[in-house]
């Protein structure tokens, strides 16, 4: 059974801080390339960073490069998101997303999918 589960969402103040978690399971990790994306309410998803696990190659929004970071551990088939100087406009439902091929997962066409976790910034 393929899984993705984020966790680590929750209110936070303005210019604060939160580390989101996606753990993996059901498929080869270092195979696959994973993505993060939101989606506030009214509001289109959006795409926000992804990476290679396997060659750790990096992809992000540039609206969004200097304040959040993604990484991952192989070791336990977890990727982060680590988001500073949060803002409001930065609340929404954040998902991961997994697929073989990264240009797949920066697209938003990821075949693998989470329930999501909720950010809310409170200003």
């Known amino acids: 059974e393929v899984q993705l589960v984020e966790s680590g969402g929750g209110l936070v103040q303005a210019g604060g801080s939160l580390r989101l978690s996606c753990a993996a399971s059901?498929?080869?990790?270092?195979?696959?390339?994973i993505g993060w994306f939101r989606q506030g309410p009214g509001k289109e998803r959006e795409k926000v960073s992804c990476?290679?696990?396997?060659?750790?190659?990096?992809y992000y929004t540039h609206s969004l490069k200097g304040r959040f970071t993604i990484s991952s551990d192989n070791a336990k088939n977890t990727v982060y998101l680590q988001m500073n100087s949060l803002k409001p406009e930065d609340t929404a439902v954040y998902y991961c997303?997994?697929?073989?091929?990264?240009?797949?997962?920066?697209?938003?066409?990821?075949?693998?999918w989470g329930q999501g976790t909720q950010v809310t910034v409170s200003s």
């Open positions: 997303a997994a697929d073989w091929d990264l240009g797949t997962v920066i697209a938003g066409h990821g075949r693998y």
């Open positions: 059901g498929f080869t990790f270092d195979d696959y390339a």
């Open positions: 990476i290679s696990s396997s060659d750790g190659s990096t």
